[in-house]
């Protein structure tokens, strides 16, 4: 298969990368600056639709491994940020996914979704709004992906 790895030069991106191409799949990297091993750069970001379809094309699959740079001073109220930076892009690229004909996606959220998915009860979401975002992303991108196609 081939797989498009957004965030392909990051921490959890290059090691998806390694592991696809072990196990024999053909992965293609995007990300926003250059580093060894990039093929592509793109700030995803702030891609659109249509900038996002040919790096889509001829690909099979695609995973989301990108999140905010927590690195930079980040301006309050800090939900608008986390939204711009984990849930408009994945809608943008699961979209133009779909639209491309790919039939596989996975996005490499956060391990706070599980937690929710485990204890609802602690209302996770409402205590957080990296969390909320979090489950945004995974919902919004599920739904951007269409109905027979769906992000794990």
């Not at 024999?24 to 060894?36: K, L, S």
Request: hydrophobic letters at 40%; glycine letters at 10%.
């Amino acid at each position: 298969m081939r797989i498009l790895v957004v965030g392909g030069s990051g921490l959890i991106g290059a090691h998806v990368v390694d592991v696809l191409r072990e196990r024999g799949h053909a992965a293609t990297t995007v990300a926003r600056t250059a580093h060894p091993g990039v093929d592509h750069l793109l700030d995803v970001g702030s891609a659109s639709i249509e900038e996002l379809r040919p790096l889509l094309a001829g690909h099979d699959g695609v995973v989301y491994a990108t999140r905010t740079d927590e690195q930079r001073p980040l301006p309050k109220p800090i939900y608008p940020e986390f939204r711009r930076d984990n849930v408009e892009p994945v809608v943008r690229l699961f979209t133009a996914a779909r639209l491309e004909g790919l039939t596989r996606g996975v996005v490499m959220g956060s391990y706070y979704t599980y937690f929710d998915r485990l204890h609802p009860q602690w209302r996770l979401a409402e205590r957080h709004t990296y969390i909320r975002c979090r489950l945004e992303q995974a919902r919004e991108g599920r739904a951007a992906a269409g109905p027979d196609r769906r992000p794990a």
